[in-house]
């Protein structure tokens, strides 16, 4: 296999200069900072294995004044007892610094990542971009509510005043995971501030790059010290003093269903409010009538998009029989058209795996599958002697028990079954500890709108998938998480609803 990697280095000017400074720091009280025990580790391209440059490990002192920054910030106003109308402002300004440095994000993205600059550039910076803007005007619209009361022992002569008053829940620990940085980043940051929280930020030890510059546009647009903070760092480490310190009021994760255990686990010694955006499953189901113009592409961009990496990728297919055949030769045709190499190459459509290891798991499900009596239609190897890429996979004739059919491969592998009756279907596809996300390809729009109701998952897309945005709510039931991110009310994520009752 042929990878492309004709251009592996960074053209951007913002860019270069980020890069040529090489060894960051953390963000405390709006200072960068070394890391006390001066501890670091490095930042690797996963298409070339080439270090472009390390990170300081934060310890539990550096997260203790993280933390405390945070919570200063919070106690002296400088945040919350801004205006509503100042916090949007601010909120909106950090848009538009992301997008003058949009094609230097996307290319610390796609260096630190792997993923296609095209993904950065047309997705990911943008929808990022998307969170600060909508949650800029959020800020102002948090409301309370007046409420009429049947309370009738109040003294003569006296009435009951009741109302609540939505308030910032605290210091927010953000724990964020490698996948999609800057745009997942955002999802916690944008909502949090907006209700007024202080923050501190451990962005994932792999892919730190774009919340390291995403801090330094923080302090140009004018945030005041503390407001957000940056801890890097392994989760083993920084991770754990982050989420088990008793100064952090809530944790807002996104990472693995493994990892959000640990994370309840260390967050019962304050019983913090914690929610968890987690892993998943989703099935893609296919009807007799779907439009196969729309759901060949559709699908292969659901599954091959971001090479896998996606919480809500549409790993699991479910084709009806009387498709099967062209549906699955259309998707064979699009893995095999797609190029893998560099994600700064033009010519790349598929970039390596996040790091050798991440690719070298993906590779071991691949065997199992096909250890487990699974066919391979498409794929199924590594990028030759570079080991970070896997090529765009399709495995057939599985069986609901398969460790591919139940557990998350976070990998560009697609796994595929026929049926022939819909309650089977739905009842295959609901067979899943996981609920993140689910697509339904029809054109019989009354079908559509039962299964969107019968299967069981956060988001059910009809004849798309993975279509986002900052105003639609995104997140997983069962083991898929607890709570949602995006959308209107995401920002009660970081509220305590106090209650006023006065007698007048
Ligand atoms: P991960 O759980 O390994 O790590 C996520 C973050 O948690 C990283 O910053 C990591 O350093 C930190 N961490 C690890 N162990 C920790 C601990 N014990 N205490 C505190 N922090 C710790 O996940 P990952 O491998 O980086 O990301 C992939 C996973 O994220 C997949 O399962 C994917 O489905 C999920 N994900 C979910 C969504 C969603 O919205 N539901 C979005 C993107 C990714």
């Not at 720091?25 to 490095?42: C, D, F, S, T």
């Not at 916090?87 to 949009?102: D, I, P, S």
């Amino acid at each position: 296999m042929k990878l492309h990697m004709a251009r592996t280095q960074a053209t951007n000017a913002g860019a270069l200069a980020f890069l040529s400074r090489p060894d960051k720091r953390l963000l405390i009280a709006g200072e960068w900072v070394e890391a006390r025990e001066g501890g670091r580790m490095p930042c690797i391209d996963p298409a070339t294995g080439e270090q472009i440059g390390s990170i300081a490990i934060a310890g539990p002192e550096d997260v203790d004044a993280a933390v405390a920054a945070a919570r200063a910030a919070l106690k002296s106003g400088s945040w919350p007892g801004l205006t509503p109308a100042q916090r949007g402002g601010l909120l909106w300004r950090v848009a538009e610094l992301l997008e003058q440095h949009l094609e230097e994000l996307a290319e610390l993205e796609t260096l630190d990542q792997g993923k296609p600059l095209g993904v950065g550039l047309y997705a990911e910076i943008p929808g990022g971009i998307g969170q600060f803007r909508y949650f800029a005007g959020q800020a102002s619209k948090i409301e309370g509510a007046t409420i009429p009361t049947s309370i009738d022992y109040q003294p003569p002569g006296k009435r009951i005043f009741a109302y609540t008053r939505p308030e910032p829940v605290g210091v927010v620990a953000a724990i964020v995971p490698w996948n999609s940085p800057l745009v997942l980043t955002a999802m916690k940051l944008a909502p949090a501030l907006a209700a007024g929280c202080t923050v501190v930020l451990k962005p994932a030890e792999d892919t730190s790059l774009t919340a390291i510059r995403l801090g330094e546009l923080f302090t140009e647009a004018g945030f005041p010290p503390g407001v957000l903070n940056i801890v890097t760092g392994p989760g083993n480490v920084t991770g754990v003093a982050l989420a088990r310190h008793v100064h952090v009021d809530k944790v807002a994760f996104t990472g693995s269903t493994e990892t959000g255990r640990a994370i309840l686990d260390a967050a019962k010694g304050n019983l913090k409010r914690v929610s968890l955006e987690l892993g998943g499953k989703s099935p893609v189901i296919v009807l007799p009538d779907a439009d196969l113009e729309l759901a060949i592409p559709g699908i292969a961009q659901g599954i091959f998009f971001n090479a896998g990496q996606v919480c809500v990728a549409g790993s699991r297919l479910y084709c009806h029989s009387e498709l099967w055949d062209e549906l699955l030769d259309g998707l064979c045709a699009q893995a095999a058209d797609l190029k893998l190499g560099h994600g700064l190459d033009p010519e790349t459509q598929l970039g390596p795996l996040v790091s050798r290891l991440h690719a070298g798991r993906v590779m071991q499900y691949i065997e199992s599958g096909i250890g487990d009596g699974a066919q391979k239609l498409a794929g199924g190897e590594c990028g030759g002697d570079n080991e970070s890429f896997v090529m765009p996979t399709i495995l057939a004739g599985v069986r609901p028990d398969m460790a591919i059919v139940r557990e998350e491969i976070f990998g560009p592998v697609l796994v595929a079954a026929t049926f022939d009756d819909t309650d089977e279907v739905i009842a295959q596809a609901n067979d899943s500890h996981y609920g993140l996300a689910a697509s339904v390809w029809t054109e019989n729009l009354s079908a559509a709108h039962r299964l969107a109701e019968q299967i069981e998952a956060g988001t059910v897309w009809i004849n798309g998938h993975s279509l986002y945005d900052a105003s639609l709510p995104i997140g997983g039931i069962k083991q898929s998480g607890w709570g949602r991110d995006s959308g209107r009310r995401a920002v009660e994520n970081y509220q305590e609803l106090k209650t006023v009752c006065a007698v007048i």
